[in-house]
């Protein structure tokens, strides 16, 4: 058998995506399922963007384009964080990549190696300790407290500085718990990254994705309180205006890092494609309606979704502020048996939701949760209200209900 390199064994598949697949293939096989594992918005690309796609292949923009991206979706990008986050920053500070994910990876390529250790706060979004992983650097998990909006716990935090930290990375709003970070804990947090050399990676995806109150860039924060933090930050296509397909995201920060970055994307891909950053100017530049009519949608359904959740006997759900995930609480459940058997952990749980409720959820014990399951809502309400009630029966019938 062939023997593949270490790394492969040391990566952990994407379980979220896995989660994903068995609902496709029940559903191949006809089985009526509900999927709650989605990290996706249920919402085609606006038509404007879709056009814009149409008429950049009609036009020839279909070969390849510079290795960081065209000037002009990267003027866009400057354009957007001046206007929406209130940044200045140049296009030479930009890099375009094959969706978000490729730019934390590069970030992490690029600034880590084996030795560094990088902090990670938990619950976390599963690729994060995969990314240090991979470029041989150790991930070190950092407690957050759920009865506190899932913010950093400081004094675990500081327990795990030492010499070896060059980086750390924060993601609010959150995948998978949806809650926004006051700005003031972020303002903490890059003080002390400032006062110990860490860079930060700051992964804002669902930046667009906040229900109550307003976003602000970890870049903003730290320039109006002058804290000079070594900051790149990673935003996507994906969320903000349903392109999740399209594999469309950048990072900005500084200029020497970003090249860096660059370098390595020229040799593993050449470049993100090209009518996609094509539709993405239009995008960033063009009618920004369909934004809003998607988060209040969003809300809607959180409020919804969340209600829901609390009306189940012995679960708990705090409000989240943004993204499109609950995160509610089952630990009750756990230790006790169903149909004879004991449910360890919220694998298994997840497991007997699955297959008892065709309902697919995605087990909290993966996001260094347990207890925990991760509800997606960018679903239609009546599916939501189906999927809750599908698995309020489960509940009910456990052995001691
Ligand atoms: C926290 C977080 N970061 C990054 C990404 C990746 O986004 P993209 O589609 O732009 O690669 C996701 C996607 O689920 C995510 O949840």
Same mark, same amino acid.
């Given at each position: 058998?062939?023997?593949?390199?270490?790394?492969?064994?040391?990566?952990?598949?994407?379980?979220?995506?896995?989660?994903?697949?068995?609902?496709?293939?029940?559903?191949?096989?006809?089985?009526?399922?509900?999927?709650?594992?989605?990290?996706?918005?249920? #919402?085609?690309?606006?038509?404007?963007?879709?056009?814009?796609?149409?008429?950049?292949?009609?036009?020839?923009?279909?070969?390849?384009?510079?290795?960081?991206?065209?000037?002009?979706?990267?003027?866009?990008?400057?354009?957007?964080?001046?206007?929406?986050?209130?940044?200045?920053?140049?296009?030479?500070?930009?890099?375009?990549?094959?969706?978000?994910?490729?730019?934390?990876?590069?970030?992490?390529?690029?600034?880590?190696?084996?030795?560094?250790?990088?902090?990670?706060?938990?619950?976390?979004?599963?690729?994060?300790?995969?990314?240090?992983?991979?470029?041989?650097?150790?991930?070190?998990?950092?407690?957050?407290?759920?009865?506190?909006?899932?913010?950093?716990?400081?004094?675990?935090?500081?327990?795990?500085?030492?010499?070896?930290?060059?980086?750390?990375?924060?993601?609010?709003?959150?995948?998978?718990?949806?809650?926004?970070?006051?700005?003031?804990?972020?303002?903490?947090?890059?003080?002390?990254?400032?006062?110990?050399?860490?860079?930060?990676?700051?992964?804002?995806?669902?930046?667009?994705?906040?229900?109550?109150?307003? #976003?602000?860039?970890?870049?903003?924060?730290?320039?109006?309180?002058?804290?000079?933090?070594?900051?790149?930050?990673?935003?996507?296509?994906?969320?903000?205006?349903?392109?999740?397909?399209?594999?469309?995201?950048?990072?900005?920060?500084?200029?020497?890092?970003?090249?860096?970055?660059?370098?390595?994307?020229?040799?593993?891909?050449?470049?993100?494609?090209?009518?996609?950053?094509?539709?993405?100017?239009?995008?960033?530049?063009?009618?920004?309606?369909?934004?809003?009519?998607?988060?209040?949608?969003?809300?809607?359904?959180?409020?919804?979704?969340?209600?829901?959740?609390?009306?189940?006997?012995?679960?708990?759900?705090?409000?989240?502020?943004?993204?499109?995930?609950? #995160?509610?609480?089952?630990?009750?459940?756990?230790?006790?048996?169903?149909?004879?058997?004991?449910?360890?952990?919220?694998?298994?749980?997840?497991?007997?939701?699955?297959?008892?409720?065709?309902?697919?959820?995605?087990?909290?014990?993966?996001?260094?949760?347990?207890?925990?399951?991760?509800?997606?809502?960018?679903?239609?309400?009546?599916?939501?209200?189906?999927?809750?009630?599908?698995?309020?029966?489960?509940?009910?019938?456990?052995?001691?209900?």
């Amino acid at each position: 058998m062939t023997e593949f390199a270490d790394r492969v064994h040391r990566v952990k598949p994407s379980f979220t995506l896995e989660m994903t697949s068995r609902a496709a293939e029940l559903r191949a096989q006809g089985v009526d399922v509900i999927n709650f594992s989605a990290g996706q918005p249920d #919402f085609n690309t606006p038509e404007n963007i879709r056009q814009a796609a149409k008429t950049a292949m009609d036009n020839g923009d279909t070969k390849y384009t510079a290795g960081s991206g065209t000037i002009e979706l990267r003027q866009a990008v400057c354009e957007k964080l001046k206007r929406e986050n209130q940044l200045d920053v140049s296009p030479d500070q930009v890099l375009i990549s094959n969706g978000e994910k490729q730019s934390l990876y590069l970030a992490c390529q690029t600034l880590f190696q084996s030795g560094d250790e990088v902090l990670i706060f938990k619950p976390y979004w599963v690729s994060f300790p995969e990314f240090v992983t991979l470029a041989d650097a150790t991930p070190v998990l950092v407690d957050t407290d759920p009865k506190q909006n899932f913010e950093p716990d400081f004094e675990d935090l500081k327990s795990k500085i030492n010499d070896r930290v060059k980086g750390i990375i924060i993601n609010s709003p959150s995948n998978p718990t949806g809650s926004v970070w006051a700005n003031e804990v972020i303002v903490d947090l890059l003080g002390m990254a400032k006062e110990n050399g860490w860079i930060v990676i700051s992964d804002e995806c669902y930046e667009r994705l906040v229900f109550d109150g307003e #976003f602000t860039s970890a870049q903003k924060l730290s320039d109006d309180h002058q804290i000079g933090a070594n900051i790149i930050t990673c935003m996507s296509m994906s969320k903000t205006y349903a392109m999740t397909g399209w594999r469309i995201g950048y990072a900005f920060g500084e200029k020497s890092i970003l090249k860096a970055m660059s370098k390595i994307q020229g040799q593993a891909t050449s470049c993100a494609n090209s009518i996609g950053q094509a539709a993405s100017v239009e995008a960033l530049l063009g009618d920004q309606s369909a934004v809003e009519m998607m988060r209040e949608k969003f809300k809607e359904r959180r409020d919804l979704m969340v209600s829901l959740l609390n009306g189940l006997p012995g679960v708990s759900c705090d409000t989240p502020g943004g993204a499109f995930y609950a #995160f509610p609480d089952f630990s009750t459940y756990i230790g006790q048996t169903f149909c004879g058997e004991v449910i360890k952990d919220s694998f298994d749980l997840s497991d007997v939701i699955l297959s008892e409720a065709k309902v697919v959820t995605v087990p909290g014990d993966g996001f260094g949760a347990p207890g925990h399951i991760r509800f997606s809502y960018p679903l239609g309400e009546d599916v939501i209200r189906e999927g809750i009630h599908r698995v309020k029966k489960v509940l009910e019938n456990f052995d001691n209900n």
